[in-house]
């Protein structure tokens, strides 16, 4: 049985791009914060009040 050809080399961002906390909360600020969300139809917030809870990026807002 014959190997597959080697896969084409790839560039990928160094590591502590994917494990710093403060250039996760940058990320979070820059891409997350800066607009709405959808959280569910307006048919689910029947009373004045009724709140849904979501989690993204590990913040639960």
Same mark, same amino acid.
């Given at each position: 049985m014959e190997s597959p050809p080697p896969a084409p080399s790839s560039h990928t961002l160094p590591s502590r791009y994917y494990l710093d906390p403060d250039i996760l909360e940058r990320e979070k600020t820059a891409i997350l914060y800066r607009h709405w969300h959808y %959280? +569910? @139809? $307006? /048919? &689910?917030?029947? /009373? #004045? +009040?009724? $709140? #849904? %809870? @979501? &989690?993204?990026?590990?913040?639960l807002r």
């Amino acid at each position: 049985m014959e190997s597959p050809p080697p896969a084409p080399s790839s560039h990928t961002l160094p590591s502590r791009y994917y494990l710093d906390p403060d250039i996760l909360e940058r990320e979070k600020t820059a891409i997350l914060y800066r607009h709405w969300h959808y %959280a +569910g @139809h $307006i /048919n &689910q917030f029947t /009373n #004045s +009040g009724d $709140i #849904s %809870a @979501h &989690q993204y990026s590990r913040v639960l807002r």
